[in-house]
């Protein structure tokens, strides 16, 4: 295998990187803390070796086979994280690797769990790196989304090749669609800034809970995340701009090019909707009835904790693992939904289960009239088997996924549901877990190194849709 377009492409990544680390390193310096000298340090070896392979692998001719396609998409994100990680082992809080690499992974993947408290008092630097590294997470997860998973045809996502080449006729190149995404994301998260300063934020608040919200990450300045606010405005705000990050971004591309309509007409645009009403309306019908809560501390309550769980995003404004037995079973098993491809959600994915849907009707179909033609179709087209195949696979190996964190977790000493729930969060990338320990409440700092690890693990894995992992541990792939 040639590995110079890899090294090339990871060289240019850690250079980005590199350069980023200015942004918190100014923010120190201006704050007069001298954790600066953790980002300097780690900007400068981070640029020489971004640099050095970017310029010793450069080719006139840049082309990627599935093999390079494959090993570039996890090599990079292991890479990213294992660098991203060092301003945290150098700052003056003193993170030990296991800490320090998981706060690192929770944030390059947007998962949002965190081991640190009292983040009130943290250099004001690092807190703006932990948002930086959630934002470049963001728009990273939206161009593996658009052009190499589809290109390798993981979990499905070769639906969405036809999607890239409408626009690929709009815009010729691969990079321009990359830049026109880019600018689109740029713009929610100034958008989405000025907002938040308006509904009182400070400046740097609202920069840093814009980065958060629009990539769907959940990382916050204050331990209390948005209960610390006491006006409701700034939750509003965010239930928008969570479902703005949950819906696929090539959409908004379509929207500004002249066909604003296509975000409704979206066949998975109006399931992702449709879900979320109808669980925001079950359970404000559970907190008026079974809570007694006034209607509309209710709606408010379901509505923001509906749309940071299914979004991954991770925020919290309440306990909501605190109400009962059943917001807390409804809640485990909405974070494995997640939001629309394209999106900087993680989770199964909204057209996953539509194809399952689809599949599902068809063969009730065929077993009342065995006689009968039957084919699924998915937004008017019929679904290939291997597209099919592909999505069932993707089912199988989420849930072994889940069953083997799970149960490794519970190996190294968590109770059931701190092991079920942190499973389902890491490998859904959603952020906080269920009950008092890793709860949305609490952090995941108490948790043996080991559990880390584990959760790191299941962070990558899911963020890279499972099959991209796995298959580098099959020996075929490494045959020549």
Same mark, same amino acid.
């Given at each position: 295998?040639?590995?110079?377009?890899?090294?090339?492409?990871?060289?240019?990544?850690?250079?980005?990187?590199?350069a980023?680390?200015v942004?918190?390193?100014?923010v120190?310096?201006l704050?007069?803390?001298?954790?600066?000298?953790?980002?300097?340090?780690?900007?400068?070896f981070?640029?020489f070796?971004?640099?050095?392979?970017?310029?010793?692998?450069?080719?006139?001719?840049f082309t990627l086979?599935?093999?390079?396609?494959?090993?570039?998409?996890?090599s990079?994100w292991?890479?990213?994280?294992?660098?991203?990680?060092?301003? %945290?082992?150098?700052s #003056?809080?003193?993170?030990?690797?296991?800490? !320090? $690499? *998981?706060?690192?992974?929770? +944030?390059?993947?947007?998962?949002?769990?965190?081991?640190i408290?009292n983040?009130?008092?943290?250099?004001?630097?690092?807190?703006?790196w932990?948002?930086?590294?959630?934002?470049?997470?963001?728009?990273?997860?939206?161009?593996?989304?658009?052009?190499l998973?589809?290109?390798?045809?993981?979990?499905g996502?070769?639906?969405?090749?036809?999607?890239?080449?409408?626009?690929?006729?709009?815009?010729?190149?691969?990079?321009?669609?990359?830049?026109?995404?880019s600018?689109v994301?740029?713009?929610?998260?100034?958008?989405?800034?000025?907002?938040?300063?308006?509904?009182?934020?400070?400046?740097?608040d609202a920069?840093?809970h814009?980065?958060?919200?629009?990539a769907t990450?959940?990382?916050?300045?204050?331990?209390?995340s %948005?209960?610390?606010? #006491?006006?409701n405005?700034?939750?509003?705000? !965010? $239930? *928008?701009?969570m479902?703005? +990050?949950?819906?696929?971004?090539?959409?908004?591309?379509?929207?500004?090019?002249g066909?604003?309509g296509d975000?409704?007409?979206?066949?998975?645009?109006?399931?992702?909707l449709?879900i979320?009403?109808?669980?925001?309306?079950?359970?404000t019908?559970?907190?008026?009835?079974?809570?007694?809560e006034?209607?509309?501390?209710?709606?408010?309550?379901?509505?923001?904790?509906?749309?940071t769980?299914?979004?991954?995003?991770?925020?919290a404004?309440s306990?909501?693992?605190a109400w009962?037995?059943?917001?807390?079973?409804?809640?485990?098993?909405?974070?494995?939904?997640?939001g629309?491809?394209?999106?900087?959600?993680?989770?199964?994915?909204?057209?996953?289960?539509q194809?399952?849907?689809?599949?599902?009707?068809?063969?009730?179909?065929?077993?009342?009239?065995?006689?009968?033609?039957?084919?699924?179709?998915?937004?008017?087209?019929i679904?290939?088997?291997?597209?099919?195949?592909?999505?069932?696979?993707?089912?199988?190996v989420?849930?072994?996924?889940?069953?083997l964190?799970?149960?490794?977790?519970?190996?190294?000493?968590?109770?059931?549901?701190?092991?079920?729930?942190?499973?389902?969060t890491?490998?859904?990338?959603?952020?906080?877990?269920?009950g008092?320990?890793i709860?949305p409440?609490?952090t995941?700092?108490?948790?043996?190194?080991?559990?880390?690890?584990?959760?790191?693990?299941?962070?990558?894995i899911?963020?890279?849709e499972?099959?991209?992992?796995?298959?580098?541990?099959?020996?075929d792939?490494?045959?020549?």
């Amino acid at each position: 295998m040639d590995l110079k377009p890899v090294l090339h492409v990871l060289g240019l990544l850690l250079t980005i990187l590199g350069a980023s680390m200015v942004f918190p390193m100014a923010v120190d310096l201006l704050a007069g803390s001298s954790n600066w000298k953790s980002f300097f340090i780690a900007m400068l070896f981070t640029a020489f070796v971004g640099g050095t392979l970017a310029l010793g692998n450069a080719q006139d001719r840049f082309t990627l086979n599935t093999r390079q396609g494959f090993l570039l998409t996890t090599s990079s994100w292991l890479v990213v994280i294992l660098f991203a990680s060092v301003p %945290f082992m150098l700052s #003056d809080i003193h993170f030990s690797p296991a800490d !320090a $690499i *998981f706060e690192t992974t929770s +944030g390059i993947t947007t998962t949002g769990a965190t081991i640190i408290t009292n983040l009130e008092s943290m250099p004001p630097g690092l807190l703006l790196w932990r948002a930086l590294l959630q934002w470049l997470g963001g728009i990273g997860i939206i161009v593996m989304a658009l052009s190499l998973l589809p290109f390798l045809k993981v979990g499905g996502m070769q639906l969405f090749r036809t999607e890239s080449s409408e626009n690929e006729k709009a815009f010729p190149k691969a990079a321009q669609i990359a830049g026109a995404i880019s600018l689109v994301y740029v713009a929610l998260t100034a958008i989405c800034g000025i907002c938040y300063y308006w509904a009182g934020m400070s400046a740097f608040d609202a920069v840093a809970h814009a980065m958060t919200t629009i990539a769907t990450g959940g990382f916050s300045t204050f331990d209390t995340s %948005f209960s610390h606010y #006491d006006t409701n405005h700034a939750e509003i705000l !965010a $239930i *928008f701009f969570m479902l703005c +990050g949950g819906l696929p971004f090539v959409l908004y591309l379509r929207a500004v090019t002249g066909h604003p309509g296509d975000l409704l007409r979206d066949t998975q645009v109006r399931w992702f909707l449709g879900i979320i009403c109808l669980s925001v309306v079950m359970m404000t019908l559970y907190l008026i009835f079974y809570l007694d809560e006034p209607w509309n501390v209710a709606l408010e309550h379901a509505a923001f904790s509906v749309s940071t769980t299914i979004t991954g995003t991770g925020y919290a404004n309440s306990d909501y693992s605190a109400w009962g037995a059943f917001p807390l079973t409804f809640f485990l098993f909405l974070m494995v939904v997640g939001g629309c491809a394209g999106s900087t959600t993680c989770g199964i994915k909204i057209f996953r289960f539509q194809i399952l849907y689809a599949v599902a009707v068809i063969q009730l179909k065929r077993l009342l009239y065995p006689s009968g033609v039957f084919l699924p179709h998915y937004r008017g087209t019929i679904l290939s088997r291997e597209v099919i195949l592909s999505v069932m696979s993707f089912f199988f190996v989420y849930a072994l996924s889940f069953v083997l964190l799970s149960i490794a977790l519970a190996a190294v000493g968590l109770d059931f549901l701190t092991a079920v729930s942190g499973a389902i969060t890491a490998v859904s990338n959603v952020g906080p877990g269920l009950g008092p320990v890793i709860g949305p409440a609490s952090t995941f700092a108490s948790l043996p190194d080991a559990a880390k690890w584990i959760l790191c693990t299941g962070m990558i894995i899911g963020r890279l849709e499972l099959f991209t992992v796995l298959i580098l541990f099959s020996p075929d792939f490494w045959r020549r």
